[in-house]
Structures are given as C-alpha cells and as structure tokens.
C-alpha cells in the first residue's frame, strides 16, 4: 500500500511513514502476518480518541461562545460519534488504505463504519505522535472543522448518546460491560450488556467494543 497519495492529499509528509501505516493495520491484517511483528492500530485509536476530543472541544469552545456547558457536551457528541466519524473518513478516501485480513475484506470492512471510525481517530493519533498537536488543528481545520455547524449532526446522534440522555432525564445511571468474546481472532466479536441503575437493560453484539455497546444500548431504548 502507497501512502504517498494520502500524505498529499491531507498535506502532511509523515517523519515516520511506519506510524502512518500502523493508523490503518487492522487486527485481522495483523494476525494474518503474525511473522512480520506489525503492530494494529488500537493503540494509536486509543490516543485519537482522546485528542480528537480535546481538539473538538477547543474549537467548540472558541467558536460557540453563548453556548452552555450541555450544549456544548451534545454537539461534540454528535460529532466524535461512529456515524460522523465513518463521514469524515470516507470525505478524505481513508477506507482504500485500511489493511485488512482477507476474510475481513470478504466481509465488507472496507466499508464497515466502526472500521472508519477507528481508522480516522487512529490517523488522529498518528499524526500527534509524528507532527504534533498543532498540526492535528491544521488537518481539522481542513478537513473537519468547516463542515461543523449546529444542527449538521443531529441525525448522527448515536443509540449510547440518546440513551444517556434519557436515562439522565430521570436521575438515573448507565454503564456498560464487555461480557464475552466470541470467534477466532480474525473474526472476533465482542458481547456487551448495558445497565440503568444496575438493571440489565440490553445486549448487543460487534465486531469492536464500541460497536457492541451501540447494539446494546440501541435494544435498551426500546423499553423507553
């Protein structure tokens, strides 16, 4: 895979074109080239996360100044979620450099939104670790940020933010648990169970964590 076209069609050359990389090593790819030592992208996902979230944040903050704590909170929701994540990937083509197992390539990941979604918070990463977090502002301010504006990702709101919501109306608690993990490793899935007030509420089953908590959660709100 050539990522040259990705680093100039998104402006940044990467020091280290092996981190760029990983940002697209999907755990099945790895496990099919377990000889090569490669690292997956969790990792990398993991710090995305966190820093696409404060760089969100900054910018809401800056750009929004009447608006309160609550809203605040729900508009950046809507945007670090599953639907909006896969959207902004898919703007910049991140789904033709993923590296994928073959059997998850049979199976649609490509084109599979948590896969997106992970990839675009593992770019997130990748390039904080190699650029810095300015140059992570730069690449939002490019690629995300004039795209953002109320009321543009209402309709992405996920089954976890809805259900929070709600459940928060009646002064109660949700949380989740990862309860099982089903398949071999190329073609693992993940089994999680949400809580309101310690009552099992739903289960829901995926192929990442997050997925299966969006099931979940998308079954308990059929009870409300």
Known sequence: MDFKQLQNDINIQFKHDDLLKQAFMHTSYVNEHRNQGLDDNERLEFLGDAVLELAVSQHLYRQYVDMSEGELTKFRANIVCEPSLEQFA?????????????????????????LLADAYEALIGAIYLDQGFDTVIEFLSQFMFPNIEPGAFSHAMDYKTKLQEMVQQDGQQVHYEIVD???????????????????????????????????????ALKEY
Do not use: C, M, W
């Open 181 to 219: 993990e089903i398949g071999p490793a190329h073609d693992r899935q993940f089994v999680a169970k949400v809580y309101v007030n310690e009552i099992e509420k739903g289960e829901g089953q995926g192929r990442t964590k997050k997925e299966a908590e969006q099931h979940a959660a998308q079954k």
């Open 90 to 114: 898919k703007s910049i083509g991140l789904n033709e450099y993923l590296l994928l197992g073959k059997g998850e390539e049979k199976s649609g990941g490509r084109e599979r939104p948590s």
